[in-house]
Every structure is written in C-alpha cells, then in structure tokens.
C-alpha cells in the first residue's frame, strides 16, 4: 500500500515553498501526496492543478494577536474547518500529517490529532508564530531551520534547516539576462518585496533608480497590482509582479539582491550563496521575526541589514555599493555553510514518522487505516 502524506501550510508564500521543495523526492518515491489549504489562499494558487498532488479546500479562521471584530466570528470558522479537515483525514487515511504553518494548518493539525495521525510540523522563522505555538502541541517531531529556535521545541526539535525547491539550482546566468532584457555588462541588483511586495521598498528603490542605475541593471519583484506605469520603458530597470519559472534563471543573474526577510527567502539566498541587503519588516507591521532572521545572517556575516526606519532613497544606494563591494566575503561565508539545504534532513524525519506510523498500524492490524 502506497505511503501517503497529507501536506498544509498557507496563508503566505513562505508557508508553502518548503512542501513545494519535498515534493519531488517524495513523489519519486512513490508516495501519495495530498494537500490542505483553504478555498482562496495563496496556497490554493500555487498546489492546486500539480501533477501527483490532491488539494482539499477547508474553511479557516485567522489567528491574530490583535483586535479584530473577526475575533469574535473566525473561532466558528476554526471549529469548521477541523470538521472539514477530519472529513479529509477519513477519506485519505494518511500516514502522516506535515504541517508549514498559518492559520490553515491550525485545524488540520487539530484534526488529525483527533484522528490517530502523527504530526510532523516545520517552523522557517526564529521563533515560532503563533500557529506553529499551537501545532507544536500536538506534534510528533517539530523541525526548526535555526538551530537557536530548539529552545522552543523541547524534546521534539530537529534542527533541519529548510527545505530548498531544487529548481532553483538549474538557473542559467544567459536565459535569466535574456528574460530580464540585460546584456549583461552591469552587474544585476534584483529586488524582492515578498510574495504581497512591500510599499517601502518599492517606494524607495523608484526614488534611488537614477543613482543604482549608474552601477547595476535592476530587476524589481515589486508585488501584485504594484507595477509603476511612468517606469515601463527604461531600459536598466524591469519590473515585474513577480516572477514563476523563470526565476531560477533570474536568480543566476543576479549578483546582489535587496530584500525583506522572509525564512524561506533568506535561506534560498543561502543556498544560492547570494549576498543580500535584508530590509526586515518593523516592528510597527510585525512579530518581529523578520528582524530576528536578518540579524542572524547578519552575526553569520551572509548578509547586511538595513533598517526600514533608515530606508531612503539616498540610504539604499550606498548600502547597495557596499554589498557589492564586499560581495566575495559574503559569497565565501555563505559557502561554507554546512546545512544550507534541509531538505535532506527534513525528509530524513518525515521518513522516520512514515516508518513508526506504519508499523504501528501493522502492529494494531489497521493495515494503513486510520482508527475510526
């Protein structure tokens, strides 16, 4: 009988390209794989329609730390969802749960608590979000892509690093030039604002165009709906909402990037040995992880940080420069780290919940059932 694997994550690209970057290996392997996320998240967007992958919609409440009169509404959403989710659970009957987190993975977790499935969950940021909080509860194993976050996961942490989508090391330097309209001569700054974009950076990287452009092409991932129309025709500047398949190209491209500081990103650049200028989100629009995250690769010297409160368009530029001009420091740094890529690791536990999971079932004589 096929292993099968329910995945869930969602609500932000970062909850969902650590499953994207298992499914490969898994799918090679002759698993089944299946996948829960709400009926409109971005998760929806990006799962739904891949080969090999089953997508379940449930309903979902949002976790917030913060007064909302969704507050009052969203826990009947929650309890729906964990119904739906069990319906799920009944009807594939997985081995294992894998959880990313967000809001979505919160029933799912909850339902398969109820149902006898084991829980493997994943945490990208240095601390955990709320959700994960709440999933970690009900977790076998709680990998963590920070070594310093095992403080919050006792004895079920592993630290694994974060899985990287393996596509993203098959870029090539001329199909990305060729894509982004540059002949190479410059070097190429791309900018990345997040899977939502990111009004402070787009703003700023526009007002400092005229100074980066004396020294770079600049590729600009500026978000949905935040392309600037004044700007379309310049020819050492291309924006985009953001970019699909042709990323790994792009990547290949680029010899520095600015960006927020996301997990997920950050270690992409990692693992891509990119020096970055990481632009975390404040305080004011946060947790604060995203400071945590780059001042982590900052001690690490893989990147350099530049504070949004600092963020002008006459700061950026030199901090730019900078990059650059320390970029092979940054570059030998970021190669010599050992777990760059958890995707090995990540797979390594997963594979050990499928082993204990399944030899529980033989031993109980469910035979791959879930008990009812």
Known sequence: ?????????????????????????????????????????????????????????????????????????????????????????????????????????????????????????????????????INARFAAKVCVTFEDTLVYAGNKGVHTGTPIRPELYLGKRAKGLGFLGFSGEKPVLLVMGGSLGAAAVNDA????????????????????????????????????E?????LPDVFAATDVIVSRAGANAVFEFLALAKPALLIPLPLSA???????????????????????????????????????????SFVATMSGEALADGTDEVLSVLRCALYESRRKKRASGKHGDLAE
């Not at 020294?215 to 020819?235: N, P, Q």
């Not at 953001?242 to 042709?246: D, R, S």
């Not at 982590?296 to 409160?309: D, I, N, T």
């Open 286 to 328: 946060s947790r604060g992880d995203q400071i945590l995250n780059a001042g982590y690769f900052a001690r690490k010297g893989y990147s350099m940080v530049l504070e949004q409160e600092k963020l002008t368009p006459q700061t950026l530029p030199d901090a730019v420069n900078d990059l650059y001009d320390r970029r092979l």
């Open 242 to 246: 953001f970019v699909g398949p042709e």
């Open 1 to 133: 009988m096929k292993k099968k694997i329910l995945f869930t994550g969602g609500g932000t690209a970062g909850h969902v390209m650590p499953n994207l970057a298992l499914f490969p290996q898994l799918l090679a392997e002759g698993c089944e794989l299946h996948y829960v996320g709400t009926k409109d998240g971005i998760e929806r967007e990006l799962i739904e329609g891949r080969a090999g992958i089953t997508y379940h919609a449930i309903r979902s409440g949002k976790l917030r730390r913060y007064f909302d009169w969704k507050n009052f509404t969203d826990p009947f959403r929650v309890v729906a969802g964990v119904a739906e989710a069990g319906a799920v659970m009944r009807k594939v009957r997985p081995d294992v749960v894998f959880s990313k987190g967000g809001f979505v993975s919160v029933p799912v977790v909850l339902a398969a608590r109820s149902h006898g499935v084991p829980v493997v969950t994943h945490e990208s940021d240095y601390t955990p979000g709320l959700a994960n909080r």
């Open 205 to 240: 990287v526009r007002g400092a165009l005229g100074a980066l452009t004396q020294s770079f092409d600049v590729a600009h991932l500026c978000g949905k709906d935040k392309l600037d129309a004044k700007l379309l025709c310049e020819s050492c500047y291309r924006q985009f």
